[in-house]
Every structure is written in structure tokens, then in C-alpha cells.
């Protein structure tokens, strides 16, 4: 996959937040972008501004809890655009906010039925093809909370933490087909996750708040930034690169020449002494 052009990016949460930013800047480059949300008006306005840019983009209205629907979803990547050669799974909810005693049970499961189960889905619906094609890019957002303590958010957390390893685990059972599977944290950026945390102010936590207003006056990571990082775990460039964990906040650029300590850009852990 020497360039993005004319190559099918399936990209889930599309219709709003990063994974709408993503949509933009892969179109952008010259992909044919494959848009799938819950939600119809936020699917027509992505859309509507990706081909007012001279871009190509496929409505899909789906859930990635369902995996039926993601399958279908796929097949219909294959009729129109010829296959889904990169995958972005940037669906996620952000669930419950506040002291995890507080919390309840049903919340819990909606958080790990979309944020994990709704990454799996997506993995697994794109994964015979890119197989049988012997090529394939899968890039997992994770979030804040998988590589440091969160408290007030531990659903969402232990959520990002879990397909973080599953993105390491899936890397090594694939490795020999050539396709390469990384989680990509964007740091933090405004979406309506930033209004969810101001809106529960202090069960937030202070840490927590005051990040998000910061995030809401700056508008937090660029979009530019983003999509770089993307492009880059999307592209050719980066085929040795695989089971990572790369955050905005790394030097990533280097990777592309540099040798990486098997350990390095995973979920780490304190050896014992």
C-alpha cells in the first residue's frame, strides 16, 4: 500500500468527534472513506463536508455492538469501494463519571459492550480479507486511563486498557500475514466527551475538570496532529510497527527509521526487584 489513494478506510464513530476529524484527513489524502455511526444526521453532515472537499465517503449506519452489522457493513466496503484496506476503530462511549462504588452495573457493560466487544467486532469483521489479501492496517483508538490510573472514570478506563491489550495480543496472531494492528491515544482533545467531564464537574475529580476545561478554551491536540499519526500508522512506512501502543506525546517520527525494544510502547508494568 504505497499510497492512500483510491484504498477503502472504514472508519467506526465517524459522524462526530476524532474519529469524524480522522474521516476528514483520510479523505483528504485521498482515501475513500467509509463512515459508520449509530447516528443518520451526523453520518449525512460528515458526508456533506467530505465531498464538498472533493472526497469520496460511503454512508454506513451501524452499530459496533452488533456484529452482524458490522459484517454487512464490510461487505458493502467490498462492493462500492473494493475492500476495507484500513481499519479505524474510534467508536467509544465514555460511560459513567464519578466514584465506581457509585456506579451501576448495566453502565459498566455499556462502556465494555462498545469500547472493547465493539472493537473486536470491527477487527473481526475486517480481518478474513485483509488476510486473504495478505495486507491490512488496524488502528485502535485508546484513551486516557489505559496507560495511567483514572479514578472517577474506571469503566472507561479498564475499557481502553483492555483493547490495548488485545491490539498486543491480536499483533503477534497476525503477524505473519502482513497486517499490522497498533492503539493509537490522541491525547486530549474537544469532543463531547470534554462536555460530559465539565458537566459532572467535581465527581470528575480535579485532575480531571480542570484538564477538560483547559481542552474546551484550546481546543487541546490538533486535528493536523492526529491525522499525521494516523496516516503514518495507516501507511507502508510503518509496516514494522505492530502490537503498539503510540501516543500523541511520543516521539513517533523516529519510529519510522529506528529499531524498537520489543517492551518499548506497550502496556508497561514495574518489573520486580
Not at 42 to 58: P, R, V
Not at 218 to 244: V, W
Request: aromatic share 4%; with cysteine; hydrophobic share 45%.
Amino acid at each position: 500500500m504505497h499510497t492512500l489513494k483510491e484504498q477503502g478506510v472504514l472508519i467506526t464513530g465517524a459522524g462526530r468527534g476524532i474519529g469524524k476529524r480522522l474521516a476528514l484527513g483520510f479523505a483528504q489524502a485521498g482515501a475513500r472513506v467509509g463512515l459508520l455511526s449509530r447516528s443518520q444526521a451526523e453520518l449525512d453532515a460528515t458526508k456533506l463536508e467530505i465531498e464538498h472537499a472533493g472526497g469520496a465517503a460511503l454512508r454506513i449506519r451501524a452499530d459496533v455492538r452488533d456484529y452482524e452489522q458490522l459484517s454487512a457493513a464490510v461487505d458493502r466496503m467490498r462492493v462500492v469501494f473494493g475492500g476495507v484496506h484500513v481499519l479505524i476503530a474510534a467508536a467509544a462511549v465514555q460511560g459513567p463519571i464519578g466514584p465506581f462504588i457509585e456506579g451501576k452495573p448495566k453502565q459498566w457493560w455499556e462502556v465494555l459492550e462498545a469500547n472493547v466487544l465493539g472493537v473486536m467486532h470491527s477487527c473481526r469483521a475486517v480481518l478474513p480479507q485483509m488476510i486473504e489479501r495478505r495486507s491490512g492496517k488496524i488502528i485502535v483508538l485508546s484513551g486516557a486511563g489505559a496507560a495511567e490510573v483514572r479514578p472517577n472514570f474506571a469503566p472507561f478506563a479498564a475499557s481502553k486498557a483492555a483493547v490495548v491489550r488485545f491490539v498486543e495480543t491480536l499483533a503477534e496472531e497476525i503477524r505473519d500475514h502482513n497486517v499490522q494492528v497498533n492503539a493509537l491515544e490522541p491525547g486530549g482533545t474537544y469532543t463531547s466527551m470534554t462536555d460530559e467531564i465539565i458537566q459532572a464537574g467535581a465527581r470528575a475529580g480535579t485532575k480531571d475538570l480542570e484538564e477538560a476545561e483547559r481542552v474546551r478554551i484550546t481546543g487541546g491536540a490538533s486535528a493536523e496532529k492526529q491525522t499525521q499519526l494516523a496516516l503514518f500508522l495507516a501507511s507502508e512506512r510503518s509496516n514494522h510497527i505492530s502490537g503498539k501502543l503510540i501516543q500523541m506525546t511520543d516521539d513517533w517520527k523516529r519510529l519510522e527509521h529506528g529499531n524498537m525494544h520489543p517492551a518499548a510502547y506497550t502496556l508497561r508494568r514495574v518489573q520486580k526487584v
